[in-house]
């Protein structure tokens, strides 16, 4: 059973970063494409950032993001980032992490994944 731990949300004001980690275990975390993803209060899930399974791997990013977010992995650690800087308030949310073998369900499939865990709570105060 894989598991999921996120972790390294909080409270910033605008402007300021975060950097999320996500602890992968109970599977093959080397042969995963990884995701982020967030969910506001009354909003759906929405996908925010992937990698491929490769460290240093390709990279794919929401429009709402880029150039201010950055996803990364560990393999050694079994472990992603996310990396947050020039946080908005709209950027409040629920970030949660997920894997796949398959890049395309990361990015496209990702209502049906399996196995998510209880995300870490992001806050940025105007």
């Known amino acids: 059973q894989v598991q999921l731990v996120e972790s390294g949300g909080g409270l910033v004001q605008a402007g300021g970063s975060l950097r999320l980690s996500c602890v992968v275990s109970?599977?093959?975390?080397?042969?995963?494409?990884v995701g982020w993803f967030r969910q506001a209060p009354g909003k759906e899930r929405e996908f925010v950032a992937a990698i491929s399974r490769w460290s240093g791997g390709s990279t794919k990013y929401a429009d709402s993001v880029k150039g201010r977010f950055t996803i990364a992995r560990d393999n050694a650690k079994n472990t992603a980032y996310l990396q947050m800087n020039s946080l908005k308030p709209e950027d409040t949310a629920v970030y949660y992490c997920n894997r796949d073998p398959v890049l395309h369900r990361i990015l496209e499939e990702y209502p049906t994944l399996d196995s998510w865990g209880q995300g870490t709570q992001v806050m940025v105060s105007s």
């Open positions: 109970g599977g093959t975390f080397s042969s995963d494409a």
